[in-house]
C-alpha cells in the first residue's frame, strides 16, 4: 500500500470516526449561539425550568471559611445517591451553599442555608438543547473519577483525530494539481474569514 492510499484511506476512516462528534458539535453550536431564542420559546410555553423535590432539615456539620468546598458538596451527592455525577460547589453568599450535580441526562441544584441547617433540592426539567450544550463543554480531568477522565481521553482523541483528518485533507488536495486553485480559494476564505473575527472580537 503506497502512501497516498494509506492516506485516503485514513481521512475516509477518520471521518466516519469522527460523524457522530461533528454533529454534536455542530447541533450544540446552534443553542450557544441562539440561547436567547431557546429561552424566550420556553417561557412562552409557561413551563417550569425548575422542579423542587425536596425541602427539609440538613446538617452539613462546620462550614469552613476556605473555597474547599468539595468534600461537602460530596457528602451531599453521596446522600442523595448521585456518587456517579458530576458536581461542583460554590458559596452563594455568606448563608447559602449551592451544589450543582449533573449528568448529561439531569441537572440538580441543592441549596444548603447554613442558618437554617435546611437543604433544598431542585430538579432540572429536560431539555435537548441542555444536553447538546452540556456535551459541548464537558472535559478536563477535575473531576477525579474514572468515567469523567475516560470522556476527557476520548475528547483528547478525537481532537487528534481531527488534526489528522485536516492534514489527510491537506495532503490529499495537494496532490491534485488541478484542484489547487480552487483548494487556495478555500484556503485563503476559510483563513481571511477566522482571521477577521479573530482581529474584530
Given at each position: 500500500?503506497?502512501?497516498?492510499?494509506l492516506n485516503r484511506r485514513t481521512h475516509l476512516y477518520l471521518g466516519l470516526f469522527l460523524t457522530p462528534w461533528v454533529l454534536m458539535y455542530a447541533l450544540s453550536s446552534i443553542p450557544i449561539s441562539h440561547n436567547d431564542y431557546f429561552e424566550q420559546r420556553d417561557k412562552e410555553k409557561g413551563l417550569p425550568l425548575w422542579k423542587k423535590t425536596f425541602d427539609g432539615p440538613y446538617d452539613l456539620g462546620p462550614i469552613p471559611d476556605s473555597p474547599l468546598l468539595?468534600?461537602?458538596?460530596?457528602?451531599?451527592?453521596?446522600?442523595?445517591?448521585?456518587?456517579?455525577?458530576?458536581?461542583?460547589?460554590?458559596?452563594?453568599?455568606?448563608?447559602q451553599l449551592n451544589i450543582y450535580?449533573?449528568?448529561?441526562w439531569r441537572s440538580v441544584q441543592f441549596k444548603y442555608f447554613i442558618n437554617e441547617k435546611?437543604?433544598?433540592?431542585?430538579?432540572?426539567?429536560?431539555?435537548?438543547?441542555?444536553?447538546?450544550?452540556?456535551?459541548?463543554?464537558r472535559g478536563g480531568f477535575a473531576d477525579g473519577r474514572l468515567?469523567?477522565?475516560?470522556?476527557?481521553?476520548?475528547?483528547?482523541?478525537?481532537?487528534l483525530a481531527f488534526l489528522i483528518w485536516v492534514a489527510s485533507g491537506l495532503y490529499m488536495w495537494w496532490c491534485?494539481?488541478?484542484?489547487?486553485?480552487?483548494?487556495?480559494?478555500?484556503?485563503?476564505g476559510g483563513v481571511?474569514?477566522?482571521?477577521?473575527?479573530?482581529?474584530r472580537l
Open positions: 500500500m503506497t502512501f497516498p492510499h468539595k468534600p461537602l458538596g460530596a457528602k451531599v451527592v453521596r446522600d442523595f445517591h448521585m456518587e456517579e455525577a458530576t458536581y461542583g460547589v460554590y458559596r452563594q453568599s455568606p448563608t450535580v449533573y449528568t448529561f435546611r437543604l433544598t433540592a431542585e430538579d432540572r426539567r429536560f431539555r435537548w438543547e441542555s444536553f447538546l450544550t452540556g456535551m459541548h463543554s468515567f469523567p477522565a475516560l470522556w476527557a481521553i476520548v475528547i483528547d482523541l478525537v481532537c491534485l494539481p488541478g484542484l489547487r486553485t480552487w483548494g487556495w480559494v478555500a484556503v485563503a481571511l474569514t477566522f482571521g477577521f473575527f479573530l482581529v
